[in-house]
């Protein structure tokens, strides 16, 4: 048999198992896959350099299905290569099994979950980025997209990119079907339109028929030829090939084929071909930063530091003594203060421009090669990258997140720069854990400790300068919390964290004053929350208060109550956040708007103390 004849079989072979395991798993996307089975045929016997054996070999190419729904087809994909059984294959979307409905890294050697759109290309771009910058290897980046998913601008943020970047191991393989979920999409079968606009961000554009397989190999060997720039390769393709019940024909989108025995036996019935995967070149061996060492940066009591510039001398630092740190910031870095990792480890260091939604995308494809990245940018800007974050989640990536220019205390910048929503979207992600530290030895503490946790973890710093409260050698953990105020009779609690922290001790010692003791919890890490401090202050307290330059919805008030959600005789909690949309103003003004800063608060317990005691008179 001909290499011809022999990737022929292969793919209708691929066709008929992504009819299969959809038939049997009820649900699924045969029509998508089919598709593109011939392009996927010819990556797989003959250009992917992949042990499917040892899936974390580092010289292992890397293949990402950017439309996972196409998830019949890389599961047939699997099989074909061995990695996994006709039983498997056919456990497709059932409860337990790795063969999801999109594809997660429970089944190698995936990489990264898809199935939200327009993210598997900006992925494979940090692969990409990681294969030419970090590790420094000849794996290839091979990524299949689908036309449809080429309306998000994620994807033109994924274009651009690697065109500056000049990333000649990146493929992207397009399968130009024409046909979305509803109707056809807005380029149809228009490839010249794709190869114009890919070539404009420096791309090298190859147009081919996406069913012929000489010509499929052509584009291929083209492509891994090709040097100083990325190559993507247009397919024109039938939605639905080779089962005329569904072929190029609307409304067959997502569903499994009616007559499932009739298409087996169009395609030309099963098979049980497999296929010998190139081994990957293994004459190298990945690059390793070497490390000068040092000691993490601590600051003496009393000292005025932003919490922003210890993150960035905290993360410098890490980087001195860890040579698999890495920092991508959104290009704001002498903002954000990432700047000092710049100048300290550049060849570690990427700027990502401003795109956040590439650069987490970046960051989540550098650490599936093992890379500890840590990204930057205002805390605000992160919302426009949520969802990478949330499917960072699904891929359980490690990644670490700082999101600086937090709430109002920013001042004159207004509200299009105020993070005022990041700690309520950052706890509702799964696993998550969410930190804001007061001073700049809580940061360096907290940042050291980001690098070694699995999961996602958000930093919120600071614009302006705080007052350093917390000793070096002071135990800071993620999970912890910090009581700088207390009594043996104290009336009532108040929780803070970040700039509110200094507002609350101001507050209690104006309480003490009209002798109201207050206790003052830090609360730098919020989820998860140091349940045992509020619970004991709960229960010592007639009263708490919780204070965030934050909205009240979703933040530190909210995990504050959920802490004492199941407490029979917790005292009434007070929330204390930004309630009306913020102006420009200088920082105390808009605490002092808000209702945050020591005046508010001391207005808030005094009323909330003097309800109780009418309650109690009456």
């Known amino acids: ?83 996994i059984t006709d039983e498997e294959l056919l456990s497709f979307r059932k409860l337990g099994s790795r063969l999801e409905g999109h594809p997660t890294p429970r089944i190698p050697p995936t990489d990264v979950a898809t199935g939200s759109l327009g993210q598997g290309l900006p992925v494979a771009v940090g692969l990409a980025l990681a294969g030419q910058r970090l590790d420094r290897l000849s794996y290839r980046v091979w990524a299949l997209c689908g036309d449809s998913e080429m309306a998000e601008g994620s994807i033109w943020e994924a274009f651009q990119h690697a065109g500056w970047a000049g990333l000649d191991n990146l493929t992207a393989i397009v399968d130009v079907n024409r046909l979305g979920q509803t109707r056809e999409t807005m380029l149809g079968w228009d490839l010249d339109g794709y190869a114009e606009r890919a070539r404009a961000f420096g791309w090298h554009a190859i147009v081919v028929d996406g069913h012929d397989l000489d010509a499929i190999e052509s584009a291929f060997a083209e492509a891994r030829a090709n040097t100083g720039r990325p190559t993507v390769l247009l397919a024109r393709t039938l939605k639905g090939r080779g089962v005329d019940a569904v072929e190029d024909k609307p409304g067959k989108h997502g569903k499994p084929l009616e007559d499932p025995e009739t298409a087996i036996a169009e395609l030309g019935g099963e098979r ?58 959104g290009e704001v870095s002498n903002s954000t203060n990432s700047g000092l990792f710049a100048d300290a480890h550049p060849q570690r260091y990427f700027e990502m421009f401003i795109a956040e939604q590439q650069m987490v995308a970046a960051a989540v494809g550098m650490q599936a090669r093992g890379w500890v990245p840590f990204v930057s940018t205002f805390g605000a800007f992160l919302t426009r990258a949520y969802d990478f974050v949330r499917m960072a989640a699904v891929s359980r990536a490690d990644l670490r997140l700082c999101g600086s220019h937090a709430g109002v205390a920013i001042g004159e910048d207004g509200p299009s720069q105020m993070a005022l929503e990041d700690i309520a979207a950052l706890r509702a992600v799964h696993g998550s854990v969410v930190l804001h530290p007061s001073d700049a030895n809580q940061t360096a503490q907290l940042v050291t400790q980001m ?168």
């Open 451 to 618: 690098a070694d946790r699995s999961g996602i973890s958000y930093l919120r710093t600071l614009r302006g300068a705080t007052e350093v409260r917390t000793g070096p050698d002071e135990d800071v953990h993620i999970g912890g919390s910090r009581v700088p105020r207390s009594s043996d009779n104290d009336d009532l609690t108040i929780v803070a964290c970040g700039v509110t922290v200094g507002e609350a001790l101001a507050a209690a010692e104006t309480l003490a004053g009209d002798g109201i003791n207050a206790r003052v919890v830090d609360c730098y890490s919020i989820k998860p929350i140091d349940a045992e401090t509020l619970i004991s202050a709960a229960n010592h307290t007639q009263a708490m208060i919780t204070v965030e330059d934050h909205w009240p919805e979703g933040g530190l008030g909210d995990a504050v109550l959920s802490a004492l959600a199941e407490q029979p005789n917790r005292p009434v909690v007070r929330k204390l956040g930004v309630r009306e949309m913020p102006v420009s103003g200088k920082p105390d003004e808009l605490l002092h708007a808000a209702g945050i800063d020591a005046a508010g608060i001391t207005d808030a317990a005094r009323e909330l103390l003097a309800r109780r005691v009418a309650v109690a008179a009456g």
């Open 1 to 83: 048999m001909s290499d011809t004849q022999f990737r022929h079989e292969l793919a209708q072979q691929l066709r008929v198992d992504s009819v299969r395991s959809s038939t049997e798993g009820g649900s699924g996307h045969p029509t998508s896959s089919m598709s593109a089975a011939d392009l996927m045929a010819v990556l797989l016997d003959g250009h992917l350099r992949l042990d499917y054996a040892e899936p974390d070999d580092p010289h292992n190419d890397h293949l990402v299905f950017s439309k996972g729904h196409a998830s019949p087809l890389y599961y047939a994909m699997l099989k074909a290569a061995g990695a």
């Open 272 to 329: 049980n071909l497999r296929v010998d995967v190139m081994a990957p070149d293994r004459s190298a061996e990945p690059h390793r930063f070497s490390t000068a060492g040092g000691d993490l940066p601590t600051w003496q009591l009393g000292e005025q530091v932003a919490t922003r510039k210890a993150y960035g001398e905290a993360l410098t630092a890490l980087g001195d003594n860890r040579g698999d740190v890495v920092a991508l910031d």
